[in-house]
Each structure stands twice: as C-alpha cells, then as structure tokens.
C-alpha cells in the first residue's frame, strides 16, 4: 500500500541468528503488472538488474526491471536460514 506504481518488492524473510530476528529481504522490481500481484503471492522472475539510486536504500542500489513474472509455488522452506 502506498508504494509507486509500477513497483513491488520480491523477496524472503531470511533468519540471519535465531527466530527473532526474521526480517524480509526484497528489491524493487519495476514492472507494468505489479498490481496483479500481492503480499504473499510466489513468482519467479527473470530480470534486468540495473544499479540505481532508490531512496528506500539510502542511495544506490539494484533496481530489477521485470522480463517475465510467471506464478510459483511455495518453496519448501519459505524462510531463508542463514545461520
């Protein structure tokens, strides 16, 4: 809610030490089908990756602009463990 349009942020949750500290990690990603997605849908991507200055990153940063967005399904292990 409230983000540009023609963006979104895919990404994982990812454990870096212990359960507590879960937080997502995402990049933006422009692309003219953002809307038909939402928080918790599973895609794949392929993408170009152009660094870029974003304010949410505090500067420059890898902006994806979207090929191909196709449906996915959950992974296995929808947390990322890298402890």
Do not use: H, Q
Not at 5 to 33: H, N, Q, W
Request: proline fraction near 5%.
């Amino acid at each position: 809610d409230g983000f540009k349009k023609g963006y979104l942020v895919p990404g994982r949750s990812a454990m870096t030490c212990c359960a507590d500290d879960i937080a997502f990690l995402g990049f933006i990603c422009k692309t003219e089908e953002a809307d038909k997605y939402k928080k918790g849908d599973w895609i794949n991507i392929t993408a170009e990756i152009k660094m870029e200055f974003w304010e949410d990153y505090n500067g420059v940063g890898p902006v994806l602009y979207a090929k191909e967005i196709v449906p996915a399904k959950a992974p296995k292990n929808e947390v990322i463990n890298l402890v």
